[in-house]
């Protein structure tokens, strides 16, 4: 094998590597905001990891973010919640980092 075909592998394995590690964030995340939004709505645990389950099926396709952020502008809808999108897209930016932090402290 010869010196570019090993770069080219080691590129490959650090892209999987990389969207694998990026999907856990994503599903850690959305777990995280099912639990943030779920206690804005006052629902039990039964309720937010169910939530949970839903949010992280957004992840499977594309656009998934935007379908978590109109979830939950539903959801907070359906509850009388007062939460403006901005602040959605904002605690799932913290969301992220703290994911992210939880993700690679594993690794």
């Known amino acids: 094998m010869g010196l570019l075909e090993d770069r080219e592998n080691a590129f490959e394995g650090e892209f999987a590597l990389n969207a694998d590690q990026l999907f856990k964030v994503k599903a850690r995340r959305n777990k995280l905001i099912a639990q943030w939004a779920g206690e804005m709505m006052e629902c039990n645990e039964e309720e937010i990891a169910a939530y949970a389950v839903k949010l992280v ?15 939950i502008k539903a959801a907070f809808a359906d509850k009388d919640v007062e939460q403006s999108e901005h602040q959605i897209r904002r605690t799932m930016q913290e969301m992220f980092a703290t994911a992210r932090l939880e993700v690679e402290a594993e690794l």
Do not use: A, M, R, S
């Not at 099926?57 to 979830?71: A, H, I, K, R, T």
């Open 57 to 71: 099926g957004f992840d499977l396709v594309e656009n998934g973010d935007e379908l978590v952020v109109e979830d």
